[in-house]
Structure formats: structure tokens, C-alpha cells
């Protein structure tokens, strides 16, 4: 059974996905019309699908395998754990070494005033933590009545009722009737699409004191937290200007609310250094992390805590915990994928290296007629389609039509790259070669020249 995958033709492959798996954000109906692709191995950079087509994947997965694929070591270390202590909980005053030895590493790598993390298996149950732990932070202060945390529309924390109401997209607050109470949102810090006439740095403070203005109209005293995403991901990679976070950081710490930088996309290297809040020059009381933490090797997140809310925390018993919080598999597996990162320099070679490259490279794409803005931050990078590169006009035609018809052509030009509406986006592994780059931009140049043509053979160049 389990050789499954390697025996069967891709369209038996794909009936059988159809007729008994659903997929996530997918209509499974859609799907079923033409097949899943299906991805069989993996190396490097390099995925190979079940026809044998290889493709550099410019998304690590779904932006977590920082290391790259097929690192030898994370298996043995996973099955050398599962030998030795497949599972046990850390619940009732209890603890196992896996656990242990990564919480410390954890604290290692992280700024000097977060020493404690709590843990889950995601991002989203990381998230749904930090709701429940800020409201009880607050409530353990004497100050039950805080508890309204801002968020920014087209913010993305995940799936679960709690996180997806701490994001801002609005197709997933229509399915089940979302936000949860006492999560108010703000708008985001995307210039290109809302900048106008300011300049970026005049809009990133325009858009920070919408964080004031929140905290005004509600009063300080019921106001828990704030939290984004360092640069947005999934909203398209939003590079925020540079007086954004510091402002940002300004207010809450004027107004006494805390912090939270969800870290889960940002973390363990992406930006260029350990975590993105290092890169946008910021101090969160609470960092969300996921995704890289294990390179997506196993399912594992956490939410990392400064020694102020980890103190008031540990003084109280926090009635929350999921089954598998600090599973020792996962753990053991984060904790190699961290000493790998570490030891063989990886984030210091995207700070010092492949990043530099990588923005040199990327940012020719801009001259691409249509191409509105590119830009990167360490590897995570998107370009806006443009009918009209010099307004930075969007399409008349419906968001995401240019988007999906150039994702399409990347596909057959042998480049996984996502987009987000009109935007396409990259966060390839962290051990992406310069050549391995060269590829990248060339296959995204070719898959661009591509929806060029395509949209004005189809009339769709017309500005909206
Ligand atoms: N926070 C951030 C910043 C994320 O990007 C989560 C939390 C939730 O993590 P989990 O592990 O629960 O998925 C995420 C996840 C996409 C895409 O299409 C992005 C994510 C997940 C799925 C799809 O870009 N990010």
C-alpha cells in the first residue's frame, strides 16, 4: 500500500485522489476535471512529479523547506527518535529530552529576552495559543477587560477558527462565520496598491497610527495585543516601508499592549537573519513560529514568549495544550534541522550572499513590460502584474485571472512560483545556489513573456 505513489500511472493516481481526498482552498470538483499533479520525490531545489517532469520549486513547499529537500540526517534523526521514544506528552508534569534540547536551542537562537516557548503543531494551533494566552496574560494582570487584538486585512495566521480570525481574508471569514469576537483589523502597509501619491515612508506611518487610531476608539484598557506577520507572505510578500514596525513598535509599547510577530513564514532565515523581526528592527513580547522551525520535514510550531509573559504565564495554570505539544519526533527533527541551518551557516550565507544576489536578479524582472514592482526581502520576493507598469494600474479583468494564467506557464516552463491575485511570489530553500537563481529568473522572464502575449491575444491588457 504504501508504495502506492511509485506504482500506479498518473491517472489512476489522480482518479483515486479525486474520488477519496480533499484538498485544502480547493473546489474538489475543479480538481477532479483535470487531476492533481502529483509530486514524487524531491531533492535540493528540484521536485519530480509522477510523469517524471522536474521542476525548481520557488515556494520550499508551502514556504517552509528552508533546508531543501532530501537532508538524510532529519530522517535518521526522526527514526532514531521513534525507535528510542515515538511519543510521549508533556502534559501532568512531564518531559522528554527532545523536547527539552530544542526549547533551549530555541532560546539560543532567539533576542535575549525570549527564553521560553510554548508548543503545537502548527502555526495555527500556535496562533489559537497566543489568542487565548494574551487574553489570560491580561486577566492574570488584574486586567480581564483586555482583550480586543488588532490585526490588518489580508494578514494570514492560518486556518483554525482562531487564527483565520486573527488573518484578514475575507473568503475565509465567509466560510463559518468568522471573526471570532473582540479581533478588529486594520488595513495593511501595501503602497504599491494603496500608496497613491505619498511616498512609501509617509504611507508606513499613515498606515501604523491606524493602529493608534484603533487603540483610541477602543481605549488602551481593553486593547490585549497587536499582531502581523513581519512581511506579509501569503498576502503576496508585502514588503511594509521601512517606518512601519518602528512605529508600530512605538505604539504598543506608548500604549502598553502587546506585540506578537508571527514568525511563521519569516522565521528561521527567510528575511536574511534568524527571524524577521530582526530584520525590520523590532522587539515582540510573543513570535509565532512554524513552518521553517523543522524545514516542514515534521508538522511543528510554537509561540516563543519574552521572560515578562512567560513569568506571568508560568505563575498561573494555563488550562491549554494539545496532545502532540512538543512531540518528540517533531522535535528531534527541528531540533537537526536547526543545527543544520546553524552549523553549515545557511541563514548567514542568504544574509551575506544569496540574498544580495538574489535582489540583483530579481529586481531586473521590473523591467519586464508587464511587471508593476519587483522586490525581495533575504528570499522572499513577489512581482505585481501590470497592465500599465508606470501608474501601477491593475487589471480590468477579475483579480487573480493574470495571476493563475502566469502560475500556469511557470508550471510548463519548469517553475513552481504561487500567485496571490495578481502578484506572484517566491520563498525558494535557503540553500538555492546562484545558479540555481539564474534558473529561476530566467524560467520566470520566459513564463512572463508567455502571459504577456496570452492576455493580449485574449484582450485582457486593458487597465480597471
Ligand atoms: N502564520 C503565517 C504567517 C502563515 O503564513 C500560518 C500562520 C499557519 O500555519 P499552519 O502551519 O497552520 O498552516 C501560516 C501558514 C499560501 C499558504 O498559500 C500559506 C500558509 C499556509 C497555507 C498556504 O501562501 N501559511
Not at 508560568?314 to 546553524?342: Q, W
Not at 493574470?402 to 535557503?430: K, Q, T, Y
Given at each position: 500500500m504504501n508504495m502506492l505513489t511509485n506504482h500506479l500511472p498518473t491517472d489512476e493516481l489522480q482518479k483515486l485522489d479525486a474520488a477519496h481526498h480533499m484538498h485544502p482552498f480547493t473546489s474538489g470538483t475543479e480538481l477532479a476535471g483535470k487531476g492533481a499533479r502529483v509530486i514524487t520525490r524531491a531533492k535540493g531545489v528540484t521536485l519530480t512529479d509522477s510523469d517524471g517532469n522536474e521542476m525548481l520549486d520557488a515556494m520550499a513547499g508551502l514556504w517552509c523547506v528552508n533546508i531543501g529537500y532530501g537532508r538524510d540526517e532529519l530522517a535518521d534523526a526522526a527514526a532514531r527518535q521513534m525507535k528510542e521514544l515515538p511519543y510521549y506528552n508533556t502534559f501532568f508534569h512531564t518531559t522528554h529530552v527532545p523536547a527539552i534540547a530544542l526549547s533551549q536551542k530555541l532560546a539560543e537562537l532567539t533576542p535575549p529576552h525570549i527564553n521560553n516557548v510554548f508548543f503545537a503543531s502548527s502555526g495555527s494551533e500556535a496562533n489559537d495559543t497566543n489568542i487565548r494566552l494574551v487574553r489570560t496574560y491580561w486577566a492574570e494582570k488584574g486586567h480581564p477587560e483586555k482583550k480586543i487584538i488588532i490585526t490588518r486585512h489580508n494578514a494570514y495566521h492560518g486556518s483554525s477558527v482562531g487564527s483565520a480570525s486573527l488573518g484578514g481574508m475575507k473568503p475565509m471569514h465567509a466560510h463559518g462565520g468568522l471573526p471570532i469576537p473582540d479581533i478588529h483589523h486594520i488595513d495593511e502597509p501595501n503602497w504599491y496598491a494603496a500608496g497613491g501619491d505619498m511616498s512609501p515612508e509617509d504611507f508606513g506611518l499613515e498606515r501604523a497610527r491606524q493602529l493608534e487610531t484603533a487603540i483610541e476608539h477602543y481605549g488602551a484598557d481593553r486593547v490585549a495585543a497587536f499582531i502581523g506577520e513581519p512581511v506579509q507572505g501569503a498576502g503576496g510578500v508585502i514588503i511594509p516601508p521601512e517606518t512601519y514596525w518602528p512605529e508600530i513598535e512605538r505604539i504598543c509599547r506608548k500604549h502598553?499592549?502587546?506585540?506578537?510577530?508571527?514568525?511563521?513564514?519569516?522565521?528561521?532565515?527567510?528575511?536574511?537573519?534568524?527571524?524577521?523581526?530582526?530584520?525590520?528592527?523590532?522587539?515582540?513580547?510573543?513570535?509565532?513560529?512554524?513552518?521553517?522551525?523543522?524545514?516542514?520535514?515534521?508538522?511543528?510550531?510554537?509561540?516563543?514568549?519574552?521572560?515578562?509573559?512567560?513569568?506571568?504565564?508560568?505563575?498561573?495554570?494555563?488550562?491549554?495544550?494539545?496532545?502532540?505539544?512538543?512531540?518528540?519526533?517533531?522535535?528531534?527533527?527541528?531540533?537537526?534541522?536547526?543545527?543544520?541551518?546553524?552549523?553549515?551557516?545557511?541563514?548567514?550565507?542568504?544574509?551575506?550572499?544569496?540574498?544580495?544576489?538574489?535582489?540583483?536578479?530579481?529586481?531586473?524582472?521590473?523591467?519586464?513590460?508587464?511587471?508593476?514592482?519587483?522586490?525581495?526581502?533575504?528570499?522572499?520576493?513577489?512581482?505585481?502584474?501590470?497592465?500599465?507598469?508606470?501608474?501601477?494600474?491593475?487589471?480590468?479583468?477579475?483579480?487573480?485571472?493574470?495571476?493563475?494564467?502566469?502560475?500556469?506557464?511557470?508550471?510548463?516552463?519548469?517553475?513552481?512560483?504561487?500567485?496571490?491575485?495578481?502578484?506572484?511570489?517566491?520563498?525558494?530553500?535557503?540553500?538555492?545556489?546562484?545558479d540555481e537563481i539564474d534558473t529561476l529568473v530566467d524560467r520566470a522572464w520566459q513564463a512572463l513573456d508567455k502571459t504577456h502575449k496570452d492576455l493580449k491575444d485574449k484582450g485582457l491588457m486593458e487597465a480597471g
Open positions: 502598553d499592549i502587546l506585540l506578537i510577530a508571527d514568525e511563521v513564514i519569516c522565521g528561521f532565515g527567510r528575511t536574511g537573519k534568524w527571524f524577521g523581526s530582526e530584520t525590520m528592527g523590532i522587539t515582540p513580547d510573543i513570535m509565532t513560529i512554524a513552518k521553517g522551525l523543522s524545514s516542514g520535514y515534521a508538522p511543528i510550531g510554537g509561540s516563543l514568549l519574552s521572560d515578562e509573559v512567560a513569568k506571568v504565564m508560568n505563575d498561573c495554570d494555563f488550562a491549554h495544550g494539545y496532545t502532540y505539544s512538543g512531540h518528540p519526533v517533531a522535535c528531534a527533527v527541528a531540533l537537526e534541522n536547526l543545527r543544520i541551518l546553524d552549523e553549515e551557516g545557511i541563514v548567514d550565507r542568504v544574509g551575506s550572499e544569496t540574498a544580495p544576489y538574489a535582489k540583483e536578479k530579481w529586481e531586473s524582472l521590473a523591467d519586464h513590460p508587464l511587471v508593476g514592482e519587483a522586490r525581495i526581502i533575504g528570499l522572499m520576493g513577489s512581482i505585481a502584474l501590470s497592465p500599465d507598469p508606470a501608474n501601477r494600474a491593475p487589471f480590468k479583468a477579475d483579480t487573480g485571472t493574470a495571476g493563475l494564467i502566469c502560475r500556469e506557464h511557470c508550471f510548463n516552463s519548469g517553475l513552481v512560483m504561487r500567485h496571490v491575485g495578481d502578484r506572484m511570489v517566491i520563498s525558494p530553500p535557503l540553500v538555492i545556489t546562484k
